[in-house]
C-alpha cells in the first residue's frame, strides 16, 4: 500500500499522473481517478483564476491523515492526492486524486471520501479573481453536507 | 522574536500575509493576542470569531493556551469552499 501526498504550485498533466499511476497500481482490478479544474465561471460572474494558500505542513499531514483514513475503511493498494496552490488560471486542473483497489467500489468510494475532504476540510483558503475584482470563497452548506456523509469524527 | 501569520481573508484585513514581532507582556496568552491584534488592525472583531482557530507552531491550540516560547502563530480563518 502506498499513499503519496502533493501539495505544489507546480502545474501538472491528469492524463499523465493517471497512466503512471496505472502502471504501478499493476496489482489492483480498479483504478479510479477525479481530476477537478478552475470553473470559468461562478455566480453569473467570469473568473479568470483561482488562488490558493496552503499552510504547511499541517495542510500535507492532514491530506495524508485522511488517505490513511481511507485505507483503514477500503481495500486500497494505492493512493495518489495532488493539489495545487498559488495561482491556478481556469481551465487548469487544481486537484488530482487516484485510487487502485482489488474491486471496483472501493476504488470509487475512497476517491469520493477523499474528494468530500479536499473540498470541505483540507486546509486550503481559495480567492477567486474575476472581473469585478478579488474575493475570498466561503465554505458552502452543500459541501459540508457531503462531508457529514462518511461520518468521521 | 515571533513570526504571526494571516491566511485567507485575515492577509487582506491586516494588508500582509506575516510579520515579526515582538509581544507586549499584556499578551500573555492566545485570548489576549485575539484582542490586541483586533484593536492593533481595528478589524472589527473578526479576530475574535471561533470559526478563526489559531495554530502555534503548527498545532491547533485552544485560547488559554499561554504564548511562551512560541516562534510562529497562525491565524487560520475557515477552510474549504469552491
Do not use: C
Not at chain 1, 503512471?20 to 497500481?25: L, N
Not at chain 2, 484582542?35 to 478589524?43: C, K, N, P, S, Y
Amino acid at each position: 500500500m502506498t499513499i503519496e501526498v502533493i501539495v505544489s504550485k507546480d502545474p501538472f498533466d491528469a492524463g499523465l499522473l493517471l497512466s503512471e499511476f496505472t502502471k504501478t497500481a499493476d496489482q489492483a482490478g480498479g483504478i479510479v481517478s477525479f481530476s477537478g479544474q478552475v470553473r470559468p465561471k461562478a455566480n453569473q460572474e467570469d473568473v479568470s483564476a483561482l488562488v490558493l494558500q496552503s499552510y504547511e505542513p499541517m495542510t500535507t499531514e492532514g491530506i495524508r491523515a485522511r488517505a490513511v483514513d481511507a485505507q483503514k475503511r477500503w481495500p486500497l493498494d494505492q493512493i495518489l492526492i495532488r493539489h495545487r496552490i498559488g495561482l491556478i488560471s481556469t481551465g487548469e486542473t487544481i486537484v488530482f486524486v487516484a485510487t487502485a483497489s482489488a474491486h471496483r467500489r472501493a476504488a470509487f468510494e475512497a476517491a469520493d471520501f477523499l474528494m468530500d475532504y479536499l473540498k470541505t476540510e483540507a486546509v486550503f483558503w481559495k480567492k477567486e479573481v474575476t472581473e469585478s475584482g478579488e474575493h475570498w470563497i466561503e465554505p458552502r452548506k452543500e459541501d459540508y453536507q457531503d462531508g457529514e456523509r462518511w461520518n468521521v469524527d | 522574536m515571533l513570526e504571526l501569520l494571516y491566511f485567507g481573508k485575515l492577509g487582506d484585513v491586516t494588508g500582509k500575509t506575516s510579520e515579526q514581532i515582538e509581544l507586549p507582556p499584556s499578551v500573555p496568552d492566545l485570548n489576549s493576542l485575539r484582542q490586541w491584534i483586533d484593536e492593533r488592525f481595528e478589524a472589527d472583531g473578526i479576530f475574535l470569531e471561533p470559526t478563526v482557530r489559531i495554530a502555534v507552531d503548527n498545532e491547533i491550540k485552544s485560547n488559554d493556551f499561554k504564548i511562551s516560547n512560541a516562534r510562529e502563530i497562525a491565524f487560520l480563518p475557515p477552510v474549504g469552499g469552491g
